[in-house]
Structures are given as C-alpha cells and as structure tokens.
C-alpha cells in the first residue's frame, strides 16, 4: 500500500511538471544576454549568465532606468514548449507619447563555422506582434523561443519620473503579463557623441545585390532612380540613428569612378570641366544639407565627412600625371566643386579628399591607403599642393586630406604635418604610439583608428570594445572597415557578420535596410560614453576614464597601451606582419576578450556618476 | 523646311543607331576589329625593356612567400619602380583613346622561374579584365597567354560572356617576348562593376 502510495505521488509530481513545463513563458534578458531558438542563453554569452534577473525586482517586474535623449533596451524571449500561436503586446503608456517603444524580432542566424544559431538581424514589428512557433521563415523545426529586442525611447523632453508598461504573452488559453516599470531620469544624454563611429563600405553594386527585387524590377535605370538615392538615404539614416555615420567609397582601385558618387566631365587639358551635377546632386544634396534626416528622431542634420571621388585618375586623368595638364584638370575642377558646394552652403561636411588604392591592386604605381614604403609619400606632398592650389583661401568649404596609415605612421605624421588633417590609423600600431593622439589633436588634426565588427560569435559586449578603446585613447573616433556585407546567405548559412552591422529588410517587405544586435549595443554604449564624457566638467577625464576600463574588464589605461616595440625604430618597409602582432601582445593579454557583462558594468558605472552628479 | 527636318530626324536616326550596335552583342565584331587593331599598335609601341624593371626585385622574392601568421606578406611586400610603371601606364592610356568605346589595355608579365603563372602589373581606369580575380597578385596563365608569348601571335578571346579581350605581344629590346598586352572591352560596360 505504502508503494502504491510513493507511486501515485510520484506520478502526480510527474504530471504536475509536465503541466509546468509545457507551459508557455516569457523572459526578460539583459541586453547582454542573447537568447538561442531554444531558450538558451547563446554559449558566448554565458559569461554574464548572473545578469539573467538583473532587471528584475522582488515583485518580478521589469525595471528599467534611463536617460533622457536616448534609449533603453531590453530582450523579451516567448517560450512555447510545443509548436503554436502566440500574441505578445509591448506597451508603456506616456500620454504624452515622448516615450516610445520600438520591437523588433530577432532573427536567428545559422553560422556554418560552429553550426549554432544567434540572433542578431532585427526586424521591425508592430508593438503588437502574432505569430507562431516554430517561426515560419526562420524555419527551425526544433524552435521552442522567439527573442525580441525592445527599444525604448525616452525624448530630450519627455518628462522624468516613473511611467508603467507591460509585456503580455498570449498563447492559447494562458495569459501571461511581466509588468514593466521604467524611470526617466531628469538627466539628458548629450546629442553629440564622443567617440565618431564610422561605419564603411564601398561603391553601391551591393545595394542591387541585397535589394535585387527593386532592382530586377527595373534594372536598365535603377541605379538612377528615386528608389536607389532613397535606398542610400536609408543606409545613412540608419547609422545616424544608432549614433553612426557612414561611408560609401565611390571609386575602385584603378580609379574607375561610380556615376552617382562625381560630377560628370568633359574635355582634356585646361579644358576640362564639369557639365552635369544632376546624380550627384541627387545623391547628396539631401545629405549635405540634412533633409535626408528630417524625419530621425535625431533631428535634421547634414552628414559630418564625406569621401570626395578625387583619386589619382580623377577629376585628372593619370595619362597626364606630372605634366602641367594634370595639375590644370585637377585645379580647375577641384575648383569649381568648391564654387559648387559653397553656393549650395554645404559648409557643414568635412569633403575628404582620399586615395584608398594600394599598388597591389595594380592601378597605380604608390599606396594610397597605409603607406609602406616612404618613397610613396612623395605623391601625398604633391596632392596637398595640388590641393592648396585649387582652393581660394579662406573658403567656408570644408575639404579635409585624409590618410589611412599603419606601418609608417610615426614618420607621416611628421612628414605630412599640414598636409594631411584627418588620420584613419590601424589600431595594433597606433597602440605604439601613446603621445600620438593629443599630439595630433593639439596641432588641430583629427584622429579615428580602424578595426571590423565583431562576430555575433563573440560575446554581446564585443562590439563595445572599439567605441571605449577610442574614448580612453583620446582619438576622435572608430572606422569599421566594412559593414553592409553580410554575406551570400545571411539567413541560413550565416559567416558570422565581421563585415556587417545592418542587414537588408527586402525579404521581410521592407525597401530599407534593418539594424542589429551588434548596432543596438554599440548605439547604446555610444549613449553611455556621451554621458561620460560629458561628466568631464565634475571629473578629470583621465579619472572617468579609468573608471571605465576598471568597470569594463578591470583594466588600467596602460593596459590598453603597447610598450613601444623595438621595431619602431626600423624603417617600415623591414617590418614583418607577424612581428606587429607579436608588439601587440601585451594589450591582449591583459584585456582579454570582454565578457559578456563587461559594457553592463560600464553603464552601471556611468548611471551612478549621473546619479551623484544629480 | 519640313523636308529638312525629315532629313535630319533620318541622319540622327542613323548616328543613333550606328552608335547604340557599340553596345549591341551582334556588333561585337566591331569591338573586335578596333580591339585589334589597338592590340596591334600596341605591340609596336609598348617597349619592353622598360616593362621588365617595373616589378621591384623585392616584390618578386616575395611574391610566393607563405608565413602562417601573416597572411599578407606578399601584397604587403609588393613594390614597383614609379617611373618605369608611369611611363608604360601612360603609353596603356593612350592606347585605350584609339577605341571609340571605353577600352581598357592591360599590361601582363610571366613571373620568372615559375612557368605556368603570369601576373598582371598595370590595370586602368575601366577596371575591365576578363582574366584578373579581382585582388589575386599573380593567376595560372591561360593557354591563349601561352600562345602569345611563346608564338608572339595576337590571339582574341571571347571566354566570358560578353567580353572581348585582344591579347598581343610586348617584346624587349633583344626581340624577345617579354610580356603581353590585353586589350579589352565589354559589350555592355557595367558602370558599377569593381568600383570597390
């Protein structure tokens, strides 16, 4: 009897959990931690596993702080444990509509390398979203989770003090409510950022590529049509919104130059000039003067940099190089895009003049893009004379010569004093160089170094490495080198995403690019450097940014420095690769890769300095 | 009045038309003869001493160097001489203005001591080849290549889809084959292919 008694209760145990656990559920995760289709917390970011009910209080609520002027952002994860419907609603009420929610489903993306799956497209829905799992397009058969990414925006003017929300899960029968508590603090981000991120990319083929239904649909003008300014707009907005801006290189290697990216020309000699500004025009009149971003959030404002389409074989022709041909096509049109810019008041842009070609690709006979051999810096000098020559002094015209330098860096900024004024710098050899970025700086230049997105492999925080590095660095900004390259097939066979951070909405329906994991954790780190930085007038700077490394992965400044090799006192072109990586080892090792939690803590940080700040 | 007009709508009729077989596949054979003909020229004015000292002696000593943990060390190892490039480009240049298309002339080189590989060493403003991949330092040399070289015969070839390519030889001063010339053009020339 007593058996059949241990057994019967046995059985009702096993009932009971099974009921429990074919329940349907929903979570809220950290940003940080990114969720698998199955409910799991992705490998890389198990690190921060102890995050996993930070935004909870003792009542199960979900408690968010933030910022005025900026976002807050969160996962929601449903759970179903057998396939179904499902509805979840995401709401705060703010009668006066200053806070705003932005959901969006995370896509999960199967890498081939290590055969996982990780969110990281993100694509937008409406705050109220049906749908069922598995999710149809992802086609997971096993998939039991849905991830969402919520942004919560808080307007420069909404007013602070605590407003209530919800996310309500509906899933047959069952109901399910996390109540959400969010606090606007009176404190508002700074729109201005402190750290550049500049996110790259080249010409615009790829845009018929990742849209190529708008492009099959009329492929002989496409690349002419309202349809591809409006696509190149978007690509711009999107960064702008993340706190971004971007670049579109327009000429190759060989100087063969995109129609949409120069003027037209005609003529040779001092006869050349330019006959048409109509595709140029179209292409960056809305981003010069700033009505591409009417519409942001971030308000309307021109873009800050700009590559000019000036190359070796553009606006001059190479076949006249070092001749006085050459220096009369260059002057007189370089010139007359100055009259240009300066009648249309597009003072508000930094033009960079910019030779991206390396010898290697067989155009030209010097490296453009980081130098090597010193011998090449002979056609730099002669560029900012060229320069000089065809712009009237005094012009409100911005144009800026900018080099991309690694191995020889230490000897160009020397050399190159008042030639070049914007540096893009590798970031292993410019860790030699710890006095660089302020001496720069003080003579007036600007100074970003360059790198590429982390994988969504690596851990979420990953990502917010570069944007600190150039904060505790004193450099103006980050370049990623490339980041709307996705991949042949983003989707379902995914190469990890090192050389994008937005993806292409064509095949959810939309005519415009989708954001990121990676973007949203970079914008928000960006917000939390901005509010930094802007703590300075309190702090020492040195001080907040100590502060931060600490917060990050407990590091020093120095560590985040490499002692100067030996080898920087070789002349570049003796330099092996394998020896730079070696000089760069120090700082490896002492940061490591960041966990998980790494930005986590640095936001902590920055919140509790805002708070005695108050 | 009205019959100058009509003439004149026929004669711009026919410069539209005779301009637009350019681009027409069936008017290829056009491409070719011009294609050709620049080929040929090309092969008498492209000297080739001064080819030879283009690619630095370095560059070749490292040009098949492999090291595990530098993945470029042959690109970044690439060098040429500026002056000898800039006058063999220059002539490339303008060999390109004999077409009434945009063409482009290459400059081709087989690598010493390795038969069978060849690598381009001036490319230009078109961006066109139909035998580079694109970023490759050097490539496996096609047979029409070899037949240049080893014949001094010009050779066409039309592998692509839509591209014409005249190959012709370069020679020295000893009359010796030191190097080709590709002459080349698209039936449909693509605005935004390799602006990367």
């Keep these: 009897m007593r058996r059949l008694q241990t057994r019967f209760v046995v059985l009702f145990l096993m009932v009971i959990y099974s009921q429990v656990s074919l329940a349907a559920d929903l979570e809220a995760l950290p940003e940080f931690l990114r969720s698998d289709p199955f409910g799991a917390i992705v490998a890389p970011d198990r690190s ?42 995401v709401k705060i009420s703010d009668p006066t509509n200053k806070v705003q929610i932005d959901l969006f489903r995370e896509w999960f993306h199967f890498t081939d390398s290590d055969k996982h799956y990780y969110p990281d497209a993100l694509i937008p829905v409406h705050s109220t979203y049906s749908s069922r799992l598995p999710e149809p397009d992802n086609r997971i058969s096993q998939q039991t989770a849905q991830a969402f990414w919520v942004d919560v925006y808080i307007a420069p003017d909404a007013h602070p003090g605590t407003l209530s929300g919800s996310a309500t899960l509906k899933a047959g029968t069952e109901i399910m409510t996390l109540p959400i508590q969010l606090t606007v ?192 810096l002979k056609y730099f000098i002669e560029y900012g004379r060229l320069l000089k020559k065809a712009l009237p002094a005094g012009t409100p015209v911005q144009f800026v010569f900018r080099a991309d330098v690694s191995w020889d860096m230490e000897q160009q900024f020397g050399l190159l004093e008042g030639v070049v004024k914007l540096w893009c710098a590798g970031g292993g050899i410019l860790s030699f160089y710890k006095d660089a970025p302020k001496m720069l700086r003080n003579r007036g230049d600007v100074v970003w170094y360059y790198g590429g997105p982390p994988s969504v492999m690596d851990s979420s925080s990953a990502i917010t490495e570069f944007p600190l ?101 070789l002349p ?42 108050k | 009045m009205k019959i100058l007009y009509l003439f004149a709508l026929v004669v711009s009729f026919i410069v539209l038309l005779s301009g637009n077989a350019k681009l027409n596949p069936e008017a290829s054979t056009d491409l070719e003869r011009q294609l050709d003909d620049v080929a ?5 004015v492209v000297d080739g001493d001064v ?77 066109m080849s139909q035998f580079w991949n694109w970023g490759e330092l050097y490539g496996d040399m096609v047979p029409q290549m070899e037949t240049v070289l080893k014949t001094g015969q010009r050779v066409t070839v039309t592998n692509k889809p839509g591209w014409i390519s005249v190959l012709a030889p370069v020679y020295n001063s000893s009359g010796d084959v030191v190097g080709l010339i590709e002459t080349v053009s698209q039936v449909k020339v693509d605005a935004h292919e390799n602006v990367k």
């Design chain 1, 48 to 89: 921060g596993a102890d995050l996993a009910s930070s935004l909870y209080d003792t009542q199960h609520r979900v408690i968010l702080t933030g910022s005025r002027g900026g976002y807050v952002s969160f996962h929601l994860v449903v759970k179903l444990p057998l396939p179904g419907l499902y509805t979840l609603d």
């Design chain 1, 185 to 376: 603090m009176a404190s508002v981000i700074p729109a201005e950022d402190a750290v550049t991120v500049d996110h790259n990319s080249y010409g615009s083929s790829w845009l018929a590529q990742q849209f190529a239904a708008s492009y099959q649909r009329d492929p002989e003008h496409w690349f002419e049509s309202n349809q591809f300014f409006g696509l190149i707009h978007a690509y711009h907005r999107i960064f702008f919104e993340h706190r971004g801006i971007f670049h579109q290189l327009g000429y190759g290697h060989s100087g063969k130059v995109g129609p949409e990216f120069a003027p037209v020309l005609d003529g040779s000699g001092k006869r050349k000039h330019i006959t048409s500004w109509s595709l140029y025009d179209r292409h960056y009149g809305p981003l010069f003067d700033g009505t591409a971003f009417s519409a942001c959030r971030r308000g309307r404002r021109p873009i800050p940099f700009v590559y000019l389409p000036i190359n070796p074989e553009w606006p001059a022709s190479y076949e006249f190089w070092g001749e006085a041909g050459y220096e009369a096509e260059f002057v007189n049109v370089v010139s007359e895009m100055e009259r240009h810019f300066r009648e249309k008041a597009w003072t508000h842009t930094n033009f960079e003049v910019f030779f991206n070609h390396k010898k290697r690709y067989k155009g030209f006979p010097w490296d453009g893009d980081e130098v090597r051999f010193p011998k090449d």
């Design chain 1, 469 to 569: 590095r150039a904060w505790l660095w004193g450099v103006n900004g980050y370049v990623h080198w490339l980041t709307v390259s996705p991949g042949e097939d983003p989707w379902f066979h995914f190469n990890g995403g090192q050389t994008a951070l937005v993806y292409s909405g064509e095949g959810f329906g939309m005519t415009e690019p989708i954001p990121s994991i990676r973007l949203k954790i970079q914008r928000n780190c960006l917000q939390d450097l901005a509010v930094l930085d802007g703590l300075k007038g309190r702090m020492s700077l040195d001080s907040l940014r100590a502060g931060a490394a600490r917060s990050y992965n407990n590091s020093a400044l120095d560590d985040w420095w490499n002692p100067r090799p030996a080898l920087a006192d």
């Design chain 1, 572 to 613: 570049s072109d003796q330099w092996l690769g394998s020896a730079i990586d070696d000089a760069t080892k120090h700082s490896r090792q002492r940061l490591g890769h960041p966990v998980a939690s790494a930005w986590y803590n640095v936001h902590r940080y920055a919140l509790t300095l805002q708070a005695e700040a």
């Design chain 2, 40 to 44: 040929r020229v090309g092969s008498v």
């Design chain 2, 51 to 127: 080819c030879q000292k283009i690619v630095t002696r370095r560059a070749k000593e490292f040009l098949f160097a492999k090291e595990f943990r530098d993945e470029f060390l042959a690109g970044d190892n690439y060098d040429v001489d500026d002056v000898a490039f800039n006058t063999v480009k220059k002539t490339l240049i303008r060999l390109s203005h004999l077409a009434s298309f945009p063409a482009d002339v290459n400059l081709w080189m087989p690598i010493e001591g390795h038969p069978g590989k060849i690598q381009l060493v001036i490319r230009n403003k078109n961006e």
